[in-house]
């Protein structure tokens, strides 16, 4: 786990673990790069990825306004002045993770596109609001799922490493649904709403 206030150039050209990764099997990375909104950057506790006691790692895209106040309507206790880890505390507080993000989805006000790792249950779970988009992609025979803001930017960062090709090895390409929490299993597995389990392919937003 890395935490430095860096640019991702910078932490793609000069982080340790990250440049091992090309040598080792691994079932998931999870990377975020945060603009400080609440909590100065230069104090690491404010940095993404927030740590849980029940092995959650979360990340978090947007703005929460309101999370003054549910720190003091949940009673929650807080390790740093970072809004994001508000979301951390009312997950740990729910009896799962899916119950927990539905907490988030109800109760927060702001953009929100959330990232947790559940490392006890190898899922990474996926939600958002209307506020901020969160695509995925899955080429064909293969079983990864990739995962990025947009759909442009899976597209463009597809084509820098497999070449203009790429498209026609498109199987899935959809936006993570709002209000729904979705979870990914580490054998690219979706586990999601019935009614968006099908597979289907869109054009990314422009």
């Known amino acids: 786990m890395s935490k430095q206030p860096q640019t991702a150039s910078e932490f793609i050209e ?13 079932s998931m990375f999870l990377g975020h790069v945060r603009l400080a909104t609440h909590g100065k950057a230069t104090d690491n506790r404010n940095n ?34 970072c809004d994001s880890e508000v979301l951390l505390r009312l997950i740990e507080q729910a009896d799962a993770v899916s119950e927990g993000l539905r907490v988030c989805l109800r109760e927060v006000k702001g953009p929100m596109v959330t990232v947790v790792h559940d490392t006890k249950s190898s899922l990474l779970w996926l939600a958002r609001n209307e506020g901020r988009p969160l695509w995925m992609i899955r080429l064909k025979r293969d079983q990864r799922l990739f995962v990025a803001s947009t759909g442009t930017i899976l597209f463009t960062s597809l084509r820098k490493v497999m070449g203009s ?5 498109i199987e899935m390409l959809m936006p993570v649904p709002t209000h729904a929490p ?8 979706m586990i999601a709403p019935l009614s968006y389990c099908q597979k289907s392919w869109m054009k990314p937003e422009p």
């Open 48 to 81: 993404h990825p927030h740590v849980g006691k029940r092995g959650l790692y979360l990340v978090h895209y947007g703005i929460i306004s309101n999370h003054l106040d549910l720190i003091d309507k949940y009673s929650l206790t807080m390790n740093s002045e």
């Open 165 to 169: 090709h790429v498209e026609k090895q």
């Open 14 to 26: 000069l982080n340790t673990e990250y440049r091992m990764l090309k040598h080792r099997r691994f």
């Open 182 to 189: 979705v979870a990914l299993s580490s054998d690219g597995m």
